[in-house]
């Protein structure tokens, strides 16, 4: 029988029931400010709903118009449990969520599984939800889709990179970071810190410190394929829960991006 994930956080970081689930996410989506924009990757915060969920929705919502091309989705989220080295690949064939069954792509993960930077540990994917809260809004967005979840530990940007260059793909395949931003800073420090850290992302500039996002090891390594691949970084929303839900004294911050493909090159 084929091992599937179920979910950890639902109930906590977002709604159990499928039906306020659905309610929700597609909410937030109605309420995101349209974009014209055909991204190939996005990255995207994973807190709980009502703190980060509007602020992941800008990004998804971009998806719309062409989501029916998108057939591929590479996801990849720091740890936070279970402390791994390189990057963890589930041992599973689905994660399952409220609003059903996600099929991985058992194709591609044999693929990068050959790289020494990866291992399978169903450990690390058990109770992670830096990567489960983004399933439903893929579910509410996309159509049919198989998913490539990677949890990132101990590695270095050049490590993410090289996985992602090997899956990379055509437009059929989207990538996805999940990442917040400052943690636990009074209102005014966290607004300035995360506006300097979105400024290094936009320009393309890394590392990105993990004092100033959980998942700077992605975001690092997407820099790179990013400039490999002349992607062009937009910053679409930019925000802490203290604009969102609770209070200003300790905040965590927020951001979606999203990169495209740009038009023209100019040689050197």
Known sequence: MPAIRTPAVAGLFYPGDP??????????????????LIPKAL??????????????????ATLKDHASAIRHVVLLGPTHRVAVRGL????????????????????????????PQVSISAEVHEEEHSLEVQLPFLQCVLDDFTLLPLAVGMASAEEVS???????????????????????????????TDSQTAEDIVKLHQPIDHEHACGGTPISGLILAAR??????????????????????????YAAFAFTEEDSHVQH
Not at 235 to 252: A, K, Q
Request: zero cysteines.
């Open 88 to 115: 963890a690949l589930p041992d599973a064939e689905a994660f399952d969520t409220p609003l059903g069954r996600v099929k991985l792509d058992t194709a591609a993960m044999e693929a990068i599984v050959r790289l």
């Open 162 to 192: 090289e996985v992602l260059e090997a899956v990379w793909g055509g437009e059929d395949t989207l990538i996805v970071i999940s990442s917040d931003l400052s943690h636990y800073l009074p209102y005014a420090a966290a607004q300035f």
């Open 19 to 36: 039906r306020q689930l659905e309610h929700d996410v597609r909410g937030f989506l109605h309420e995101a400010r349209p974009q014209t």
């Open 43 to 60: 990255i995207v915060p994973h807190a709980g709903y009502i703190y980060s969920g509007a602020i992941a929705a800008s990004a998804y």
């Open 228 to 253: 490999k691949h002349h992607l062009k970084p937009h910053l679409l929303d930019l925000r802490n829960s203290g604009d969102t839900s609770g209070t200003r004294d300790r905040v965590v911050g």
